[in-house]
């Protein structure tokens, strides 16, 4: 029988991941290596260019999205180094086992760094030579290290979900991922679908056809989307009164200090990038194109490119007169602090990182006067400036996708660290756990964040709020915040709350019916069929690396598309086939 090799483009991630891996046969080598730069005019150039193109995947401390970079320059050739930045594939073609195994590890595809000039990144690494090797974690001698936190694997349904292709967003790049699509909603008047590219688009489909609606990067001069990850056009929310005041708003990344943020911290800590929601009013809502202008509502300084502000949505369940009517909710990470050992920024009232908000968009009262407090916020009414009236809920990493069920649960998907990925059942004021949890388990922020500890005997004393779902990394990496199956085309997904994987793509449901304060729900898996076929997410995209997300209508059917080849895809059918 014939294996199949699966070629993977490997991210920066698994390239320094490999390298930090090496022999001792190559640890002679690094010692008899070229020089390494050492003037500070070099190192500092160094250091801008690791923080725009490595600082989303990497710190000196701990591992993140890839491995941790200290003392790297001590093991490996430079030009070692250099030769794997710049062209990571011609490794992989070359049948390398560890560039494999480092790929199984991280989960994590990006293109390599041919675009960069050689002398950037000898400056790249000229910076890296100043990273001693990270400190042995101190924790291991007063608690066990959970090494496999969820030993339960995810059992496979026999429910088999038929997909037909709407539409292909066109491309953003010539290079791969091709789009960077990233959320599909709807407009509540029309009702019709609109997609977003994080490369700064935001198109309508009519009639299975993309068309161009807003391009934020030709409207917004500071707007960024490298060095990818996080930055870019985040999120989009049309108000649901759209037709009469032509309302829609927008989440996008610019660099740091482009202008005065509204959130900010002590100067002693970096920004990098600036997440800003914007306000669009539009003078003709039924134009196939917006025509109008924007307003600044809120800036906030976020100390690196990932977990920015990739959520902002409307409770679509919510009718004229309920309380919740017109209110925004914006999800807020962390911004990558903790990883950077600034963890002092996350797990408060009264910082903005790592919450929900919930703001009236509408009014005028909050501290810049640009938008509203709702009186039913948890604080709204707290006269003490260590709580902020804008937070709703806190204690989250990456509160990437927020959704409501038909009876009112407001859910809202974390992606974590190293271990575990999340779903949780948002308790308005309540403590999610972010950074002092990951899941039902405990984390040292001071120490090794990619290692988990069994709760503490006096865990009731911290009043967290615990995931209703979660699953660790021997099943996959990230959480793909879904929807409750709200529709009248496939019975047989009522009730479910549909989400995956966005690595892998992943599919896997939960019975609402099972959610219990306190408890875990049972999580399955299911699969897919196109042009009567079964296949995985991961086959049926073009380059492999499916980046999963989903999406609802106003009819409460889903769709699934993935970001890299821009295609979205409707779940129409549904049929039960065991193995």
């Not at 902020?388 to 990456?398: D, P, Q, S, T």
């Not at 407001?410 to 271990?419: D, F, P, W």
């Not at 793909?480 to 549909?498: A, F, M, Q, V």
């Not at 989400?499 to 219990?516: A, K, M, P, Q, T």
């Amino acid at each position: 029988m014939r294996t199949r090799v699966k070629v993977h483009i490997l991210s920066l991630a698994v390239i320094i991941g490999l390298l930090l891996l090496s022999s001792a046969c190559e640890l002679k080598k690094a010692g008899e290596a070229a020089s390494i730069a050492t003037d500070s005019v070099t190192i500092d150039q160094g250091k801008s260019l690791f923080a725009l193109n490595c600082s989303g995947c990497h710190s000196f401390r701990q591992d993140g999205i890839g491995p941790q970079l200290g003392g790297l320059t001590r093991l490996i050739s430079p030009d070692w180094i250099h030769n794997f930045i710049k062209n990571p594939q011609a490794f992989i073609d070359a049948g390398d086992q560890r560039a494999h195994d480092l790929f199984d590890q991280y989960h994590t595809v990006m293109p390599g760094f041919a675009h960069l000039p050689d002398r950037d990144i000898e400056s790249i690494i000229a910076f890296l030579h100043t990273q001693k090797a990270a400190p042995i974690s101190k924790v291991s001698s007063i608690s066990e290290e959970l090494s496999n936190p969820i030993p339960d694997k995810i059992p496979l349904d026999d429910l088999v979900i038929d997909l037909k292709l709407i539409c292909q967003i066109p491309p953003s790049s010539d290079q791969m991922p091709r789009t960077r699509i990233a959320k599909l909603d709807q407009q509540p008047s029309s009702q019709q679908l609109f997609v977003v590219d994080l490369r700064g688009q935001l198109f309508s489909i009519d009639d299975t056809k993309p068309h161009l609606y807003l391009d934020i990067a030709r409207q917004q001069p500071n707007f960024i989307h490298q060095p990818g990850l996080a930055t870019g056009f985040g999120s989009f929310a049309f108000h649901p009164e759209w037709a009469e005041n032509g309302l829609l708003y927008t989440t996008h990344a610019e660099a740091g200090n482009s202008g005065k943020a509204d959130f900010a911290y002590a100067d002693s800590i970096p920004v990098e990038v600036q997440w800003v929601l914007s306000e669009w009013k539009s003078s003709q809502p039924e134009s196939p194109t917006f025509k109008g202008g924007s307003r600044e509502l809120m800036r906030i300084n976020m100390v690196t490119g990932i977990h920015g502000v990739q959520e902002i949505t409307f409770n679509p369940f919510s009718k004229p007169g309920d309380e919740d009517y017109g209110l925004l909710y914006i999800g807020v990470g962390d911004g990558g602090s903790v990883g950077k050992g600034h963890a002092q920024l996350t797990q408060s009232r009264g910082r903005i990182w790592g919450t929900i908000l919930r703001i009236d968009p509408r009014r005028n009262d909050s501290v810049n006067g640009e938008y509203g407090i709702p009186a039913g916020n948890p604080w709204s009414n707290i006269p003490d400036e260590k709580v902020l009236g804008e937070v709703y809920a806190y204690g989250f990493r990456n509160p990437h996708r927020i959704s409501w069920s038909q009876t009112g649960q407001m859910l809202a998907s974390n992606i974590g660290q190293r271990n575990i990925e999340s779903l949780y059942q948002i308790q308005p004021g309540g403590n999610h756990g972010w950074p002092i949890r990951e899941g039902t388990f405990m984390l040292h922020p001071a120490d090794d964040m990619d290692k988990v500890y069994a709760l503490p005997t006096d865990d009731q004393l911290f009043d967290i709020v615990y995931p209703i779902a979660q699953y660790d990394h021997d099943e996959r990496k990230a959480f793909s915040g879904g929807y409750e199956y709200t529709g009248t085309e496939i019975p047989e997904l009522n009730g479910k709350y549909l989400f995956g994987d966005i690595s892998n793509g992943r599919l896997f449901y939960i019975n609402l019916s099972e959610v219990r304060s306190g408890q875990q729900a049972n999580i399955k898996e299911w699969r897919v069929s196109f042009e009567g076929r079964v296949i995985s997410m991961e086959d049926l995209c073009e380059n492999k690396q499916v980046d999963l997300r989903f999406g609802r209508d106003a009819l409460g059917e889903l769709y699934l598309f993935t970001k890299s080849d821009g295609k979205i895809y409707q779940c129409v059918g549904a049929a039960r086939q065991s193995g």
